[in-house]
């Protein structure tokens, strides 16, 4: 029975020190791998605190609805759009013309922008054609060339969309510019001294190790599109979240003008969350390298 104690006492410590261990270390987890972790709770909890804040400030009266309203009167305002449209259009034929602007303009910026980034990247000379130009319009605000483009393309839908274009175009030729920067020389010779060609070496080499950057860049590029949207749709446009806005704010109707910003800033999260999960199937190996 003595040895029976001895034992069990013996096993306790062990047993307790397996259900207690932790889970094993992944490579990086702990260093080298700066700001890695689950954020998922202190993002939720963050968002209900906002809310909360909204909700305690507008009950409590602390300031006039004229300026925020409370959440109630935005989902009140949202059924009732959603149901009668706005100036007699649909709710959601808003929502898909300006998206249709938005992602036809990423589209053409990403047509055009990414071969034209990576052969910068590839060709000082096409680099010190192209690089000037684009420099030079890229700090400009939106509303700043936005006369010009009424003046030379007229109030129709190509002044908007080139609008649009103008300020993704940008940061999507620059992305892909850098990114062929980041493969390492060491490789480039790898690859040809094993036989391989100019082509090889961009498409096996170059174009993985810009990826990255790539999609880093897309990202940046829509949220800029989303940023001159409103400003796209000041050009007598009568259809859209950008005119829902504006329109609303002239007559004072916050409600409307808080409920366009929230839908506008929905869709937008919604592709760079896309964006991220195609960034974690696509470049794996981004940020353990």
């Not at 700090?139 to 060339?145: H, K, N, S, T, V």
Request: positive net charge; aromatic residues 12%.
């Amino acid at each position: 029975m003595t040895e029976r104690i001895k034992t069990d006492a013996v096993r306790a410590p062990g047993l307790v020190a397996r259900l207690s261990r932790a889970r094993p270390t992944r490579p990086g987890e702990i260093y080298g791998v700066p700001g890695q972790g689950n954020t998922l709770w202190l993002s939720a909890l963050s968002i209900a605190f906002f809310f909360f804040v909204w909700w305690l400030v507008t009950a409590m009266g602390w300031v006039r609805p004229l300026f925020v309203p409370s959440p109630a009167s935005i989902v009140m305002k949202f059924v009732e759009i959603w149901n009668n449209g706005f100036t007699g259009t649909p709710f959601i034929e808003h929502v898909l013309i300006s998206t249709a602007r938005v992602f036809g303009a990423f589209l053409l910026a990403c047509i055009i922008g990414l071969p034209l980034g990576l052969a910068m990247g590839m060709s000082p000379v096409i680099r010190g054609i192209f690089d000037p130009p684009i420099e030079f319009y890229r700090p400009i605000p939106p509303l700043a060339y936005l006369p010009l483009m009424i003046i030379w393309f007229g109030i129709g839908e190509m002044s908007k969309i080139l609008l649009i274009f103008l300020s993704v175009f940008a940061p999507v030729v620059l992305g892909a510019r850098s990114g062929v920067r980041s493969a390492a020389i060491e490789q480039i010779h790898a690859a040809y001294s094993f036989g391989a060609t100019r082509w090889q070496v961009m498409r096996h080499v170059i174009m993985p190790s810009a990826l990255p950057e790539i999609l880093t860049a897309m990202r940046i590029g829509i949220g800029f599109g989303w940023t001159t949207l409103v400003a796209a749709e000041m050009v007598a446009a009568t259809q859209g979240l950008g005119y829902m806005v504006l329109s609303a704010s002239q007559f004072l109707q916050t409600p409307v003008v808080i409920l366009g910003i929230f839908i506008i800033a929905i869709i937008a999260f919604a592709f760079d969350l896309l964006m991220r999960f195609l960034e974690r199937r696509l470049v794996p190996w981004k940020g353990r390298m």
